[in-house]
């Protein structure tokens, strides 16, 4: 089973509360679905608005589904409103690679001996993988540094204990994983600081 290779939570769903500068702005979720082939579809959805006085000044909504056969990720489609620019990435499986189409970085193939994933943080192997951005199109290598473990604050005042990964490079996120490579949180700079809180319940 595709699924049983994966850190596919057995819920079949992750979600989390997305905080900016402490106050919620929207959610996060990842929904993973078992084709009767086997297949393996992993869709991504957040949808965020920012607003200050009581007014929208930004608004961020993402679509992106993923496709994994026999536990390799072969096939992406993504589509981001980011605050009225339209974004989309299209990736598909080749020999040794990747065939990328992007609205940012046009059509391009990408073949190395480092495997490609899709950055949607859910797989922990994206830590040693080529990061495909899902809103860009571009790929890069991060630079991996875990500080420790964590208690991370969950959304129904909870807490979690989780492994702590910073990446640094082309990227700069925080990211922490459980004992069973679960995704538990995330956190980030982008107009004021973003964090993910996970739904636990």
Known sequence: MVAGTLPVPPSGKIGFEVLRNGSPIGEHHVIFTQNPDGDLLVNTSADLRVRVAGIQVYHYQMQV????????????????????????????????????????????????PTPMMPLTYWNKSILQAMILNVETGGHYLGIVNSPGWNYLPTANDGTLLAQRFDITGKLHITLWYDQ??????????????????KITS
């Open 65 to 112: 589904m993923e496709r994994w056969s026999g536990g390799e990720f072969t096939s992406l489609d993504s589509h981001v409103n980011q605050n009225g620019t339209l974004l989309e990435v299209h990736a598909q499986q080749i020999a040794g690679g990747f065939a990328i189409q992007s609205t940012k970085h046009g059509n391009y193939n990408y073949t190395g």
């Open 180 to 197: 069973f490579n679960q995704w538990d949180g995330l956190e980030f700079n982008y107009l004021g600081d973003v964090t993910f809180r």
